[in-house]
């Protein structure tokens, strides 16, 4: 299986700051990569899809970049309703599997 | 309203089943791939079955195989997980997600559903 690492597993920021989530996968994904949030008690919801697409919907603070096995997730301004935990998933190989989660909250 | 909302989580004794429910609406349900993903309590998430939009093929998480089945009807718009031999490992929340192609083998969990809670313990 491919292993998906994050860091940090959680940060605390202000209003307005830039905001930098980092995923590792164990082996080339190549940009086959998803970012997701999820708010305490909700499901997730899909941000960014191929590593630095912008899902429909989503507001323009929130960006994604890399390929094969270093990726970032940021978010350029942080707003109150960003605090939530954010996931990275691989859909490279079966099984998909997901990062541990990078907890963001306000300072 | 396109959605999914899943039902049918409980309370369960372990080595006892349970069939969950996903029922979407508001899109041509026939179309897409659908997944199951937990999260047990606290926890991250983890994909555990997964089934083709004609219901043909399957394919399952090691630690559920051979345990869960993953099934679906089309004319209900509806899919389902049947979960038996249930360990306390199992406890989570369960989503059903849909899984969307967007472009050149592109694809991502664009729609979910509320969640149902799975418990077993005796």
């Known amino acids: 299986d491919i292993q998906m690492t994050q860091s940090p597993s959680s940060l605390s920021a202000s209003v307005g700051d830039r905001v930098t989530i980092t995923c590792r996968a164990s082996?080339?994904?190549?940009?086959?990569l998803n970012w997701y949030q999820q708010k305490p008690g909700k499901a997730p919801n899909l941000l960014i899809y191929?590593?630095?697409n912008l899902e429909a919907g989503v507001p323009s603070r929130f960006s994604g970049s890399g390929s094969g096995t270093d990726f970032a997730f940021n978010i350029s301004s942080l707003q109150p309703e960003d605090i939530a935990t954010y996931y990275c998933q691989q859909y490279d190989n079966l099984p998909y599997t997901f990062g541990p989660g990078s907890k963001v909250d306000m300072k | 309203e396109v959605q999914l909302v899943e039902s049918g989580g409980g309370l369960v004794q372990p080595g006892g089943s349970l069939r969950l429910s996903c029922a979407a609406s508001?899109?041509?349900?026939?179309?897409?791939?659908m997944h199951w993903v937990r999260q047990a309590p606290g926890k991250g998430l983890v994909w555990v079955s997964r089934?083709?939009?004609?219901?043909?093929?399957?394919t399952y998480a090691d630690s559920v195989k051979g345990r869960f089945t993953i099934s679906r009807d089309n004319a209900k718009n509806t899919l389902y997980l049947q979960m038996n031999n249930l360990r306390a490992e199992d406890t989570a929340v369960y989503y059903c997600a849909r899984w969307t192609y967007y472009y050149d083998n592109t694809y991502a969990f664009d729609l979910w559903g509320q969640g149902t809670m799975v418990t077993v313990s005796s």
């Open positions: 082996q080339d994904i190549s940009k086959y």
């Open positions: 089934i083709k939009y004609d219901g043909i093929r399957t």
């Open positions: 508001g899109f041509t349900f026939s179309y897409y791939w």
């Open positions: 191929d590593a630095s």
